[in-house]
């Protein structure tokens, strides 16, 4: 069994910055890629970012691109997200998620929410205006 938590979630004004963490439990983190998804209020949850088993690939959403950094310490078994010039539209409840399988860097793969088996609780990030 894989958890995940999530922390470094906050309230911000517009323009600012956080770093989110995702902090994975178990031996084979360094075998799968990680993710990030957002969910705003009344809204579906969204892809955001994601990188590959290595950190040699990533993803971003179209909405964070040039905004949000990805990374991993496979040593320390965590993910980040530097989300920098944040918007109030940044709002949302942010959760990391581990694909289901290992070894895979695919675009498809790592943007589809449906194929990430374990999932954190979410961590709650607001912007003000």
């Known amino acids: 069994q894989v958890q995940l938590l999530e922390s470094g979630g906050g309230l911000v004004q517009a323009g600012g910055s956080l770093r989110l963490s995702c902090a994975a439990s178990g031996r084979t983190f360094s075998s799968y890629a990680m993710g990030w998804f957002r969910q705003a209020p009344g809204k579906e949850r969204n892809f955001v970012a994601a990188?590959?088993?290595?950190?040699?690939?990533?993803y971003y959403g179209d909405s964070v691109t040039g905004r949000f950094t990805i990374s991993r310490d496979n040593a320390k078994n965590t993910v980040y997200l530097q989300m920098n010039s944040l918007k109030p539209e940044d709002t949302a409840v942010y959760y990391c998620?581990?694909?289901?399988?290992?070894?895979?860097?695919?675009?498809?793969?790592?943007?589809?929410?449906?194929?990430?088996?374990?999932w954190g609780q979410g961590t709650q990030v607001t912007v003000s205006s």
């Open positions: 990188i590959s088993w290595s950190g040699g690939t990533t």
């Open positions: 998620a581990r694909l289901g399988n290992s070894y895979y860097s695919g675009k498809y793969y790592l943007q589809n929410q449906a194929k990430y088996d374990y």
